[in-house]
């Protein structure tokens, strides 16, 4: 799977949006992007994920560029419970046997008042 | 409904002790994985089952790392003479199905294992 590349840590703060990018330079054409997070001493939590196409759910919105090399995810009103750990995965999608996850260390988004 | 529950939340042990970790997935979900999470790291793939058949057991650190997933339900994580290194949280994860973009895993709280 691709490498991904994030910021180690950013803020943020109560009502307004978070962007968090990721890129992914090396992707392949049959690679999806994956977000999850993990809430302290909580397991990962899926948010979204995308192909080429942006995505919007209930939780975020996913933008991938035109050319796949990087993505932002967007939480359009911080709280303070979106304090977490954002994990930006690149994942090939197998037919038949499902795909292990492949997480990096993450953006420490902090949310604050 | 119920997600995915790992059992016990904390284990502490004793290098050289023998200890299980069991993970419930969600009822129904063909697909179980095992993951190691060390302090201040993203999770690490272990195994990967699919019902009952260990397809991937390329993630386990060694020959004391053992799953199991006899009934294709319920999954045991055993770790056989502990050492300080395996102190990590070992995360399981179901999902519905074997493949596909919406095949969503879905994480339990994790075991909290700590090796004295």
């Known amino acids: ?113 | 409904g119920a997600g995915v529950s790992q059992s016990p939340r904390y284990k502490v042990a004793k290098r050289g002790q023998d200890v299980a970790l069991r993970c419930d997935p969600i009822s129904g979900h063909v697909s179980l994985f095992w993951y190691q999470q060390a302090l201040g790291q993203g999770p690490e793939f272990l195994t990967y089952f699919q019902n009952e058949a260990q397809l991937d057991k390329s993630g386990l650190p060694s020959d004391r790392f053992f799953a199991e997933r006899p009934e294709g339900s319920v999954s045991t994580l055993k770790i056989q003479r502990t050492q300080q290194e395996d102190s990590a949280v070992y995360l399981c994860a179901s999902s519905l199905y074997t493949g596909g973009a919406k095949n969503i895993q879905y994480f339990g709280a994790g075991t909290r294992l700590s090796v004295l």
Not at chain 1, 7 to 19: F, H, I, L, V, Y
Request: contains cysteine.
């Open chain 1, 1 to 113: 799977d691709a490498k991904t590349t994030q910021p180690t840590s950013m803020d943020c703060a109560e009502g307004r949006a978070a962007n968090l990018p990721c890129n992914h330079s090396t992707i392949s054409g049959n690679e999806y992007v994956y977000w999850y997070r993990q809430i302290h001493s909580q397991g990962p939590q899926y948010i979204i994920h995308g192909l080429k196409n942006n995505e919007t759910n209930e939780m975020a919105s996913l933008i991938i560029t035109e050319d796949r090399k990087s993505s932002t995810l967007i939480l359009p009103h911080a709280t303070l419970r979106d304090t977490a750990v954002y994990y930006c995965i690149v994942r090939v999608l197998n037919t038949g046997t499902a795909s292990k996850l492949t997480f990096g260390t993450g953006t420490r988004l902090q949310v604050t008042l």
